[in-house]
């Protein structure tokens, strides 16, 4: 099972920055995994963003917005950048920093072509963070590498990330078998492994998936707890939180199950509801 060595942040410069916490946790967990770390910045661009203002300078001072929204962008991606290198050298991950121009609504496409050469995403996400969440999705399902998503909530603790406890959601999907394979490094260093699936939500084969998960995990080391969760009235999303939060699990693996018509993503409810809002760091593959 190859080993993740080469892996990239994602960072937003404007409106709101990312939160050096966000930073400091894709630093922690390429610092456990033996893996170089690159963080990517997208600056404004002026000229990008005049040419989606050409109608509208007549109305109000659009060029003196412009200029300030681009010297916003451009300290913050410094400043972060420079966060970013401090802190990743000091944990020997330190691999380069990259910067790209973009518009006031960046395309994915860059982020995506970037971490198609990567072999793990991070991505920072939560209600401090105003990122499009498409760009998000965008590179979820179209770069082919899995992706970490970052909890950027303003509550968290600055104590450093741990993977010593990890859950997968297992639902024998090809989803959930592509994210068990992509995360195998991980779950072969941690302390402790949960195998969880959510029953009485959808039809899944539990006997089958359970005794042949076990022995797989086994040949590759992993010791697993393997157990049914009973939905019962709760939403997925909710079942999954529960899980995470009673078993003080420090990162959950599973699949994103998705479709895209035109780049507008139809999502699963457990897809959907960890997007929104992860509970802690979340690997997803697809």
Request: with cysteine.
């Amino acid at each position: 099972m190859a080993e993740f060595k080469d892996c990239l942040l994602a960072l937003t410069s404007y409106p709101d920055p990312t939160p050096d916490r966000v930073v400091n946790q894709a630093v922690d967990i390429s610092r456990e995994l033996g893996a170089n770390l690159s963080a990517l910045a997208f600056v404004l661009s002026r000229s990008r963003i005049a040419r989606q203002h050409s109608m509208g300078e007549w109305l109000i001072d659009v060029p003196s917005m412009i200029d300030e929204a681009v010297h916003k962008s451009s300290n913050e991606a410094t400043r972060l950048l420079d966060h970013f290198e401090k802190t990743a050298k000091a944990s020997h991950v330190f691999q380069e920093r990259l910067v790209e121009s973009a518009s006031i609504f960046p395309s994915a496409d860059t982020l995506i072509a970037h971490a198609r050469l990567r072999d793990l995403t991070f991505l920072p996400i939560g209600s401090s963070v105003p990122a499009d969440e498409l760009n998000t999705e965008s590179v979820i399902f179209g770069s082919g590498r899995p992706a970490i998503l970052l909890p950027a909530m303003l509550d968290q603790s600055s104590k450093a990330v741990s993977l010593d406890k990890i859950a997968v959601a297992w639902d024998f999907s090809r989803a959930a078998a592509r994210a068990l394979a992509d995360a195998m490094p991980l779950l072969q260093k941690a302390k402790r492994v949960h195998v969880f699936t959510v029953v009485n939500e959808k039809p899944i084969s539990v006997d089958q998936s359970a005794n042949n998960l076990e022995q797989h995990l086994r040949m590759h080391g992993v010791e697993a707890i393997i157990e049914n969760l009973d939905a019962g009235r709760r939403s997925i999303g909710q079942v999954i939180g529960d899980y995470v939060a009673a078993n003080h699990v420090d990162m959950l693996v599973m699949g994103a199950f998705g479709h895209s018509r035109m780049r507008e993503f139809i999502l699963g409810g457990a897809t959907r509801s960890i997007l929104s809002q992860p509970p802690v760091p979340v690997l997803l593959s697809h």
